[in-house]
């Protein structure tokens, strides 16, 4: 006799972010051939997740997890355990990290089985980048650590986005840049490139913040030099830059085209922490701006370096990053639906303090 499991879901509406609503999911777990629950733990709430809001319908991020109407489930990385299987290779108990809907279960059909990994194979993720469907085994991981699952939470996708960007920027020369103009400086994805950058030493780190986050960024010891968005106009434009964009403001993106002019030698979207200032770019001078997608360069660097190399590469700073973190970051939980509403809500408003990460858990 099957048995019911009632999870519950936090959907957002697609057309207003701020709309929330919580949904009962019925989960039968008499379940078909290699299907499998997974009972989702903690997840980390940050900018980078409205950044999966703004790009929902351009990259996908609203089909991973599908929902009824006009209403839209935001992925959130974190961390789960396998609770009913009927997948021969996937054990009750298992712990696994990857991305899930802010919710307390999730559905999936697991595939692609292997000693570190297995993912959700399901129809509706066939033209999907298979990163975002993977789920990574925590007992295979050679960087895991039981007490840094809340910032493998936090920072693991992020610093790997970061990763590549600096990464892609590397390969290509830096286009012939000195300085890599980084907006929305204060956001743990745009230190996750600040470190990148500051290790490798090739561009030079300048920030862009609000005046709230100066001191914040530059105590960090990560950027050359932090400038706030009033004053990107004293930025000197004689000097060939590029710019990768976390903060999504058409303002800000529209002044540094028009102050750097043809010496913006690339232009690279990756966030939208700024969501509420987008905008039509228009036609703008230097480079034309480009959407940064992950997992493009993932394909493109496995190819050259090999996977097992790039991982091993990638993995290597992101212990160090996660290492040097403990100097500034500082964990804040957050229990039960009604918890996980507000600091959704929170970190939607801007509100959060950059050096807080925030942890959240639907599952009471």
Not at 329 to 358: C, D, M, N, W
């Amino acid at each position: 006799m099957s048995k019911e499991l009632i999870g519950k879901t936090l959907e957002v509406r697609k057309d207003n972010w701020s709309a929330t609503r919580v949904v009962d999911d019925v989960l039968s777990t008499d379940l078909p051939d290699n299907a499998v629950i997974l009972r989702i733990d903690r997840q980390a709430l940050t900018a980078n997740n409205i950044s999966y809001a703004g790009a929902g319908d351009l990259l996908g991020y609203w089909r991973f997890f599908p929902a009824e109407d006009n209403w839209g489930r935001i992925p959130a990385m974190g961390w789960a355990d396998v609770v009913h299987s009927a997948h021969p290779d996937v054990a009750v108990g298992e712990r696994v990290w990857g991305f899930f809907p802010l919710a307390t279960h999730l559905q999936i059909l697991a595939g692609n089985v292997s000693g570190d990994h297995f993912s959700d194979v399901s129809p509706h993720r066939a033209d999907l980048a298979p990163v975002y469907a993977r789920f990574d085994r925590a007992d295979a991981n050679p960087v895991y650590e039981p007490q840094r699952e809340d910032h493998d939470s936090l920072l693991r996708g992020l610093f790997m986005t970061s990763w590549l960007v600096e990464d892609f920027l590397n390969e290509a020369g830096g286009f012939g840049a000195t300085t890599c103009l980084v907006t929305s400086a204060s956001s743990k994805t745009s230190i996750s490139l600040a470190h990148c950058l500051h290790r490798r030493g090739a561009l030079r780190a300048v920030g862009l913040t609000s005046p709230r986050n100066v001191a914040f960024c530059e105590s960090l010891g990560l950027y050359d030099a932090i400038v706030t968005y009033d004053d990107l106009e004293s930025l000197d434009a004689a000097q060939a830059a590029v710019s990768v964009d976390m903060a999504g403001s058409a303002d800000v993106l529209t002044r540094l085209h028009q102050h750097y002019a043809a010496n913006l030698k690339h232009s690279c979207q990756v966030g939208a922490t700024h969501y509420e200032e987008a905008g039509a770019l228009g036609d703008l001078p230097g480079a034309t701006p480009e959407f940064f997608f992950a997992p493009s360069h993932i394909q493109t660097r496995s190819a050259s370096l090999g996977a097992a190399e790039l991982m091993a590469q990638l993995g290597t700073d992101y212990v160090e990053f996660r290492r040097d973190s403990d100097r500034w970051l500082q964990i804040e939980r957050h229990v039960g639906p009604a918890a996980v509403e507000a600091a959704y809500q929170s970190v939607l408003a801007g509100g959060a303090e950059p050096s807080s990460g925030q942890i959240v858990s639907m599952s009471g």
